[in-house]
């Protein structure tokens, strides 16, 4: 599928992983779309190499199926997101203007079953003593937001819960990821998840 919407330019393309992290050092687009499998190099892999040797660009992954074994590996990778190879062309253009600016590309039900899923024999086991040093930054309140974040809500979710404007719950999100330096969403919901601050099925 070819992308072609107003204000999104596609600057390359390549035809398996190895030529995608070329293609990406090369002319150091905003955002790269990787296909989970690919020939010669994995998207998993492919992603690994983007993020470290061009950490400006947010790394979108494609999957056939919503609960692929691999998603929740490509995000622990530093991937911004996943969608489904189906995707609709407006549904894929909203999702790269959405990561280019670090905002949530995981639907919340996604992000819900994503982790659920995935966080225990696909990743690293919680560890919680690790907690307390990693969130040391975040106050009260933020680790709380942390939590409910990692859970799938939205920030208008999140203001209805909280009883807060959405003003201000963006201002808490924007102070945990400066404090723990996150990217995005989809990194907030790994460490939350690693550290401990939420497990798998909590509500």
Known sequence: MILTARGIDVVGEAADGAEAVAA????????????IRMPVLDGLEAARRIIARAPSCKVIMLTTFDLDQYVYAALQAGASGFLLKDVTSAHLATAVRLVDTGDALLAPSITRR?????????????????APTQLAPL??????????????????????????????????????????????????????????LVTPGAT
């Open 24 to 35: 990406v050092l090369r002319l150091q687009p905003d955002v790269a779309l990787l296909d």
């Open 114 to 130: 994503l982790v659920e899923r995935f966080s225990g024999p696909t990743s690293a086991e919680p560890q919680q003593t690790a």
């Open 139 to 196: 106050t009260a309140r933020e680790r709380e937001v942390l939590g409910l974040v990692a859970r799938g809500l939205s920030n208008s979710e999140l203001a209805e819960r909280l009883t807060l404007s959405e003003a201000t719950v963006k201002t808490h999100v924007a102070r945990i990821f400066s404090k723990l330096g996150l990217r995005d969403r989809a990194q907030a919901v790994v460490l939350a998840y690693e550290t401990g």
